[in-house]
């Protein structure tokens, strides 16, 4: 399929993947305006079983349907739609696209152009032929000492992994097709950088705190934020303390507390704002962003 020019998207992805990365990439790529088409096996995800919600957001904005590729009919129709279509996700077990003759060099000769991006979990061939998920390739690559916090609240490495599969359909599109694999056990690296002192939320200049009602959060880190802070505040006085630590019982601490009980969450939102000052209400959480995730 001739790939588009200028500003036009392609046509058409097709997304053979499972589980959460290759679908969250797909996701993505339909957010910004592709048309995704994901192609289930008869017996659907597994995370339909173990997490409908999110199965079910993962889908939103993408088509469906059901193709069994361990059929000779399901691969042919595999075929025919990859005559159409500009990028292909998948996330099979090592051989097994290859051994039912619809891998990359087999569909790339029906589809030159075709963008092929293959999530695989290393790129070590004894390693990747294993069973694994996020907790695992992050515990081979060494990035578990690093992110085991986060990673208690996020799969870092599927999440990554989307991210840089929808990079790599972006530079095949450029480069007019290709075969290109995205491992998993290396995805989550531009998350680990060293820690960067007081971004924890431990220290007062960047803490949560709460309000009369909601809570708010106070990102004042740069020294020039935290004095207009105080200034505002009135109370120069904390200035010198904005690394004293965010807990009960530290007196800057407790006066911040006292001092954002006086107003609910979103009227410090407005003052701040009028303020040009780093507070922010926490807003409740939402599947969906207020506006699309990218302009275009």
């Not at 889908?59 to 059901?66: A, F, K, P, Y």
């Not at 998920?133 to 996020?154: F, I, M, N, V």
């Not at 007081?198 to 990102?219: H, I, K, Q, T």
Request: aromatic share 8%.
């Amino acid at each position: 399929m001739p790939h588009a020019s200028g500003d036009e998207l392609p046509g058409l992805v097709l997304d053979l993947s499972r589980l959460l990365p290759g679908p969250l990439c797909g996701r993505m790529l339909a957010a910004i305006g592709y048309r995704v088409l994901r192609l289930l096996p008869p017996g659907g995800d597994w995370l339909d079983r173990i997490a409908p919600d999110a199965a079910a957001w993962l889908r939103s904005g993408v088509e469906c349907e059901t193709v069994d590729l361990k059929s000779p009919g399901g691969r042919e129709r595999l075929r025919g739609l990859v005559a159409q279509a500009s990028v292909l996700l998948e996330n099979h077990l090592p051989g097994r696209m290859e051994a039912w003759e619809v891998g990359p060099e087999a569909l790339r000769q029906i589809n030159a152009e075709l963008v092929y991006v293959r999530l695989a979990g290393s790129r070590d061939p004894g390693a990747r032929a294993l069973p694994g998920h996020d907790l695992t390739y992050l515990a081979s690559a060494g990035l578990l000492p690093r992110l085991e916090s986060a990673a208690r609240q996020l799969p870092l490495a599927d999440l990554c992994g989307a991210f840089w599969a929808a990079l790599a359909v972006e530079r095949g599109l450029r480069r007019g097709g290709g075969f290109y694999e995205v491992y998993l056990e290396e995805a989550a690296w531009p998350a680990a950088w060293p820690p960067i002192p007081g971004l924890d939320g431990s220290r007062c200049n960047y803490a949560v705190y709460p309000a009369r009602s909601g809570r708010v959060a106070l990102a004042a880190l740069e020294p020039h934020l935290w004095t207009r802070v105080c200034a505002a505040a009135g109370h120069p006085e904390w200035e010198p303390h904005a690394h004293a630590r965010a807990r009960a019982g530290e007196a800057v601490y407790d006066a911040i507390c006292g001092w954002l009980r006086t107003r609910p969450a979103d009227e410090w939102d407005a003052w701040a704002a009028a303020e040009r000052l780093p507070l922010r209400a926490v807003k409740e959480h939402s599947p969906e962003p207020a506006a699309p995730w990218i302009v275009r």
